[in-house]
């Protein structure tokens, strides 16, 4: 499911539970969704975090994901 169609579908069900409710099939799809939704979000931040790069004030350049290793 494309992105758009994927939040457009998560905000008719979200109107349609505080209109009406939602059967228990329109529960999980709802449920299903907002994981879809939410792996998406979470994947794209991860791959913007990916191209941060740190400059120091030797002037050298360390990519922020270097980083977060040492600190593991």
Excluded: C, W
């Excluded at 449920?31 to 400059?55: H, P």
């Amino acid at each position: 499911m494309e992105f758009q169609e994927l939040i457009k579908r998560i905000n008719e069900l979200y109107h349609k539970s505080k209109e009406e409710g939602l059967t228990e099939a329109e529960l999980a799809e709802q449920a299903n969704l907002r994981k879809q939704y939410r792996a998406a979000v979470l994947g794209n931040f991860s791959s913007q975090l990916d191209g941060i790069k740190i400059q120091h004030a030797d002037g050298s350049i360390e990519p922020l994901k270097s980083r977060k290793k040492k600190d593991d």
